[in-house]
């Protein structure tokens, strides 16, 4: 048995009657959809696992702009900080 917080035992009984399924059927269809993902790259090629990174790659915008070597210094990312002896 598992405890969960009220708001969240709501949304997943929500959604279950909106599929049309028992909240245990829903929680075990959202089980069963998270190792499918997982197990499907187990016992891929290096080959095959480059040409889904790629494929994953190209589903992103190319043209973001890159942060300056100042945006991303030590000293910008964590501050000033006093030396200890």
């Known amino acids: 048995m598992l405890e969960v917080e009220p708001e969240v035992a ?3 009984q929500a959604r279950a009657r909106k599929r049309g ?4 059927v829903y ?3 959202l089980i069963d959809q998270k190792g499918t ?3 499907r790259t187990i016992g891929l090629s290096s080959q095959e696992r480059a040409r ?3 494929d994953w790659a190209s589903g992103h915008s ?3 702009p890159l942060l300056s070597d100042d945006a991303i210094s030590r000293d910008n ?4 900080r006093e030396m200890e002896s």
């Not at 399924?21 to 245990?24: A, F, I, L």
């Not at 990312?77 to 000033?80: C, E, L, P």
């Open 37 to 39: 993902k997982s197990e």
């Open 21 to 24: 399924v028992s909240v245990d």
């Open 62 to 64: 190319s043209n973001t």
């Open 77 to 80: 990312i964590y501050g000033a």
């Open 10 to 12: 709501l949304k997943i």
């Open 52 to 54: 889904l990174l790629r």
């Open 27 to 29: 929680l075990r269809e």
